[in-house]
């Protein structure tokens, strides 16, 4: 198919369609993968943006925290991330933002929440009809399969509370045993004390036992059995993958034949559990969160188990995240987490299996099996999680999803959170139509809930960089910083897996930070610099994105209502009442309740006839700069580069059918401003339409290799007020230069004058003489 752009009285932007619609009559089809990029049927690169839709999503609409965790089996998530009347006000904002790609969130417990094989076919009726309306906004989606620290009954979100009931657990003893935090998912979270706490559950009792049942219970956890839905008894890891499997099923069904569907995600930050852990004694301090009280594996068994245990407490501190400060006895009730009616008959999972256990006549715990989760338990050889159990289970999963929709279907891909993609993803383990989507954010930021000029490359620090490196000064500082770490991990992608594309699944910002004043003084400044960091930072990399998140329920003070999060920079306390909004793009209405816009709206190359080859967007002016390129199939990689980089893309590649570029320019930084464009061939044709926020340009020169470039700026109109810049872009030498040239003279000057001294004395000295 070929665009109309290639007849010679084709007009910029005759289209009817917009630069960040994909509905399939934009795009003329299907958004495919190509390469490293996405295209449309024209051939155009796709440059995909858009938001995770929503961390509302992770919690039910009726949830109750004083119910919790009995309201197990009757919670629904209808109207989860909001309900189906309040669709046309929040997708006509989103568009008007140019976020028309959604990573949207599905819950197991969503969908499988009264037990095996028991589906919600209401909360699958509600979201068939949320997302069949995305074509009529532009958007498209791709469903991600979300969890965190396994389940909401264990201090996350996903999975059901049967699951935890299946292999002996005890919802109600989770929290007092010591295997769960559970006061973040009940609205805690807020207060120091509780912040960040939420992601150490991945080293307590519930969630690794989870899963490590789910992915290797067959080589760890062989004497647990259960019985499926129809009866059969099987073992625990075949009961937990076939239940989930089963219910991606029901959800690729419910959904997978939409227009805006155009894909699915496996599941969200997946984690290994136990399996490949360093050492029953201890996690490993560069990928697990240490804070407050950590108890490790064999601290944890014993917790379970109904001992008083003694643990380490730690407590944050710089330049590591945190230190080891000192011991807390847990447990002093002695509760205990399995059920004696349960399949382990009330004794702990790895006691059963020899793991652990309890000296009577020393009256203490010993460890019997140190090394029991890094070899397999039968043929002692050394587990690698990645090709041992993730893979192959990705490609079943993959399979499932095509069987139930069709082949075309694209599966995103994610591993574990703050790893490159490890070398061991080859061809032969990778799923066919695959995108890679890891996450990424300021760890550093993260974790203090802090931003200010001076900022930290954690990702490199954790990795053995040496420290005086990994720190930087001023905006220009965090925006050369964040673009590294985020270079780093799409260019290791490109190493290992070769032309496939790259998105970042989830980045964004907590917009709590610096103790949340900015709720007190209504200044967002900090958060718009660090926002606008991370994404000069992406823009660099040329990838996609979903940014984490818009969240419909979001206020203030409460956050995203999960585990004290508080990371939407869309609130609906600041929004107007829906029968208050027009849905045109050009209706600034869209804009309440939105914060730090500036930093999130921003232009971009939304289709691009050509190759992109780097975009720099200035947020102080409004101005910007892109630069692309056609094909050309004669063109040695090895020419350009060693090895494919992020602005080094191959140029190899098939013919376009298109001369359109569309650029995504937002009306909320054009509006009262004048659109100068420069840059263009002779030739070359514009067309900047402020109701579609679209600029269109047809590039006429279809010379092979050729490199187009556009440089636009926004000059202000008569009778409009000048918009101050939103930040400034310091570094160290625009805040201390003055005064350490000033510091250099001075002492140039005294050095000088004692020298000066020196010589009188000496002269009078020798006259003496």
Same mark, same amino acid.
């Given at each position: 198919?070929?665009?109309?752009?290639l007849?010679?009285?084709?007009?910029?932007?005759?289209?009817?369609?917009?630069?960040?619609?994909?509905?399939?009559?934009?795009?003329?089809?299907?958004?495919?993968?190509?390469?490293?990029?996405?295209?449309?049927?024209?051939?155009?690169?796709?440059?995909?943006?858009?938001?995770?839709?929503s961390?509302?999503?992770?919690?039910?609409?009726?949830?109750?925290?004083?119910?919790?965790?009995?309201?197990?089996?009757?919670?629904?998530?209808?109207?989860?991330?909001?309900p189906?009347?309040?669709?046309?006000?929040?997708?006509?904002?989103?568009?008007?933002?140019?976020?028309?790609?959604?990573?949207?969130?599905?819950?197991?417990?969503?969908?499988?929440?009264?037990?095996?094989?028991?589906?919600?076919s209401?909360?699958?009726?509600?979201?068939?009809?949320?997302?069949s309306?995305?074509p009529?906004? &532009?958007? =498209?989606?791709?469903? /991600? *399969? !979300?969890?965190?620290?396994?389940?909401?009954?264990?201090?996350? %979100?996903?999975? #059901?509370?049967w699951?935890?009931?299946?292999?002996?657990?005890?919802?109600?003893?989770?929290?007092?045993?010591?295997?769960?935090?559970?006061?973040?998912?009940?609205g805690?979270?807020?207060?120091?004390?509780?912040?960040?706490?939420?992601?150490?559950?991945?080293?307590k009792?519930?969630?690794?036992?989870?899963?490590?049942?789910?992915?290797?219970?067959?080589?760890?956890?062989?004497?647990?059995?259960?019985?499926?839905?129809?009866?059969?008894?099987?073992?625990?890891?075949?009961?937990?993958?076939?239940a989930?499997?089963?219910?991606?099923?029901?959800?690729?069904?419910?959904?997978?034949?939409?227009?805006?569907?155009?894909?699915?995600?496996?599941?969200?930050?997946?984690?290994? &559990?136990? =399996?490949?852990?360093? /050492? *029953? !004694?201890y996690?490993?301090?560069?990928?697990?969160l240490?804070? %407050?009280?950590? #108890?490790?594996?064999?601290e944890?068994?014993?917790?379970?188990?109904?001992?008083?245990?003694?643990?380490?407490?730690?407590?944050?501190?710089?330049?590591?995240?945190?230190r080891?400060?000192?011991?807390?006895?847990?447990?002093?009730?002695?509760?205990?987490?399995?059920?004696?009616?349960?399949?382990?008959?009330?004794?702990?999972?790895?006691?059963?299996?020899?793991?652990?256990?309890?000296?009577?006549?020393?009256?203490?715990?010993?460890?019997l099996?140190?090394?029991y989760?890094?070899?397999?338990?039968t043929?002692?050889?050394?587990i690698?999680?990645?090709?041992?159990?993730?893979?192959?289970?990705?490609?079943k999963?993959?399979?499932?999803?095509?069987?139930?929709?069709?082949?075309?279907?694209?599966?995103?891909?994610?591993?574990?959170?703050?790893?490159?993609?490890?070398?061991?993803?080859?061809?032969?383990?990778?799923?066919?139509?695959?995108?890679?989507?890891?996450?990424?954010?300021?760890?550093?930021?993260?974790?203090?809930?802090?931003?200010?000029?001076?900022?930290?490359?954690?990702?490199?620090?954790?990795?053995?960089?040496?420290p005086?490196?990994?720190?930087?000064?001023?905006?220009?500082?965090?925006?050369?910083?964040?673009a590294?770490?985020?270079?780093?991990?799409?260019?290791?992608?490109?190493?290992?897996?070769?032309?496939?594309?790259?998105?970042?699944g989830?980045?964004?910002?907590?917009?709590?930070?610096?103790?949340?004043?900015?709720?007190?003084?209504?200044?967002?400044?900090?958060?718009?610099?660090?926002?606008?960091?991370?994404?000069?930072?992406?823009?660099?990399?040329?990838?996609?994105?979903?940014?984490?998140?818009y969240?419909?329920?979001?206020?203030?003070l409460?956050?995203?209502?999960?585990?004290?999060?508080n990371?939407?920079?869309?609130?609906?306390?600041?929004?107007l009442?829906?029968?208050?909004?027009?849905?045109?793009?050009?209706?600034?209405?869209?804009?309440?309740?939105?914060?730090?816009l500036?930093a999130?709206?921003?232009?971009?190359?939304?289709?691009?006839?050509?190759i992109?080859?780097?975009?720099?967007?200035e947020?102080?002016?409004?101005?910007?700069?892109?630069?692309?390129?056609?094909?050309?199939?004669?063109?040695?990689?090895?020419?350009?580069?060693?090895?494919?980089?992020?602005?080094?893309?191959?140029?190899?590649?098939?013919?376009?059918?298109?001369?359109?570029?569309?650029?995504?320019?937002?009306?909320?930084?054009t509006?009262?401003?004048?659109?100068?464009?420069?840059g263009?061939?002779?030739?070359?044709?514009?067309l900047?339409?402020?109701?579609?926020?679209?600029?269109?340009?047809?590039?006429?020169?279809?010379?092979?290799?050729?490199?187009?470039?556009?440089?636009?700026?926004?000059?202000?109109?008569?009778?409009?007020k000048v918009?101050?810049p939103?930040?400034?872009?310091?570094?160290?030498?625009?805040?201390?230069?003055?005064?350490?040239?000033?510091?250099?003279?001075?002492?140039s000057?005294?050095?000088?004058?004692?020298?000066?001294?020196?010589?009188?004395?000496?002269?009078?000295?020798?006259?003496?003489?």
């Open positions: 198919m070929s665009h109309p752009s007849s010679s009285s084709y007009l910029p932007g005759s289209s009817s369609s917009y630069g960040h619609d994909w509905s399939q009559g934009a795009v003329g089809g299907k958004i495919r993968i190509s390469g490293r990029h996405f295209k449309d049927n024209y051939g155009r690169v796709c440059g995909l943006r858009g938001v995770n839709l961390g509302s999503s992770k919690s039910p609409s009726n949830h109750d925290n004083h119910a919790f965790p009995s309201e197990a089996q009757t919670v629904t998530f209808v109207g989860r991330p909001f189906l009347e309040e669709a046309p006000g929040h997708f006509a904002r989103l568009r008007r933002w140019g976020l028309t790609f959604v990573r949207f969130l599905v819950t197991w417990e969503a969908v499988e929440h009264a037990g095996p094989g028991v589906y919600d209401e909360y699958l009726d509600y979201i068939r009809n949320l997302l309306l995305l009529q906004y &532009g958007m =498209v989606a791709f469903v /991600s *399969l !979300h969890q965190d620290v396994w389940s909401r009954y264990s201090g996350g %979100s996903g999975a #059901p509370a699951t935890l009931e299946t292999v002996g657990l005890d919802l109600h003893e989770l929290e007092l045993t010591g295997a769960a935090w559970l006061k973040g998912v009940k805690g979270g807020h207060i120091e004390e509780e912040r960040g706490l939420w992601p150490c559950g991945y080293q009792l519930a969630a690794a036992t989870m899963a490590t049942c789910f992915w290797a219970g067959d080589a760890f956890a062989p004497k647990l059995f259960t019985k499926d839905k129809t009866g059969k008894t099987v073992s625990v890891q075949q009961f937990l993958q076939d989930y499997l089963d219910m991606s099923e029901m959800v690729v069904k419910a959904v997978g034949d939409l227009e805006g569907v155009i894909g699915f995600e496996m599941m969200n930050e997946p984690h290994r &559990g136990y =399996v490949e852990v360093p /050492s *029953l !004694h996690f490993d301090y560069n990928t697990d240490h804070l %407050s009280a950590v #108890p490790s594996a064999f944890s068994f014993q917790l379970g188990a109904g001992y008083a245990t003694e643990v380490a407490v730690w407590t944050r501190s710089f330049p590591m995240p945190t080891k400060t000192g011991r807390a006895v847990l447990n002093v009730d002695k509760r205990k987490v399995w059920k004696d009616n349960g399949p382990t008959k009330g004794q702990c999972l790895w006691e059963m299996h020899g793991v652990w256990g309890w000296d009577k006549n020393r009256n203490e715990a010993i460890v099996r140190e090394s989760f890094q070899k397999h338990p043929n002692g050889k050394k690698d999680w990645y090709t041992d159990f993730y893979y192959p289970f990705l490609n999963w993959a399979e499932r999803v095509r069987k139930a929709s069709s082949s075309d279907k694209i599966v995103f891909v994610e591993m574990i959170p703050n790893e490159f993609c490890p070398t061991s993803f080859t061809k032969d383990h990778q799923p066919p139509n695959m995108v890679y989507a890891p996450h990424w954010y300021d760890l550093n930021a993260l974790f203090t809930k802090a931003f200010g000029d001076f900022t930290v490359n954690v990702q490199g620090l954790s990795r053995g960089m040496f005086l490196k990994a720190f930087y000064w001023g905006h220009k500082g965090a925006r050369d910083n964040f590294l770490q985020i270079r780093k991990i799409v260019e290791e992608a490109y190493q290992v897996l070769g032309e496939k594309p790259v998105i970042i989830e980045c964004g910002i907590p917009m709590d930070m610096n103790k949340g004043r900015a709720f007190k003084t209504d200044d967002f400044t900090w958060q718009a610099r660090m926002m606008d960091a991370m994404l000069v930072g992406l823009e660099r990399a040329m990838v996609g994105f979903t940014l984490w998140n969240n419909p329920h979001n206020t203030d409460a956050g995203d209502e999960w585990n004290g999060e990371f939407s920079w869309f609130s609906r306390g600041r929004a009442p829906q029968d208050l909004l027009y849905y045109e793009q050009s209706s600034p209405s869209l804009d309440n309740g939105g914060r730090i500036p999130v709206v921003r232009p971009y190359p939304a289709k691009t006839a050509g992109p080859l780097n975009f720099e967007y947020i102080t002016t409004g101005s910007f700069m892109f630069r692309w390129c056609n094909p050309d199939a004669q063109v040695d990689l090895k020419i350009t580069s060693d090895a494919p980089t992020a602005n080094e893309p191959p140029r190899a590649d098939s013919a376009i059918k298109a001369l359109e570029t569309e650029i995504f320019l937002p009306s909320l930084i509006h009262g401003r004048s659109v100068v464009v420069s263009l061939e002779e030739s070359d044709s514009y900047y339409d402020e109701a579609r926020q679209t600029l269109f340009i047809v590039a006429k020169n279809t010379q092979p290799g050729n490199v187009h470039e556009v440089r636009v700026r926004l000059a202000t109109l008569e009778g409009y918009r101050q939103l930040l400034e872009v310091n570094d160290f030498w625009s805040d201390f230069g003055v005064g350490i040239c000033t510091l250099l003279v001075l002492l000057a005294l050095l000088l004058g004692v020298s000066g001294i020196g010589e009188q004395l000496l002269r009078r000295v020798e006259f003496i003489l």
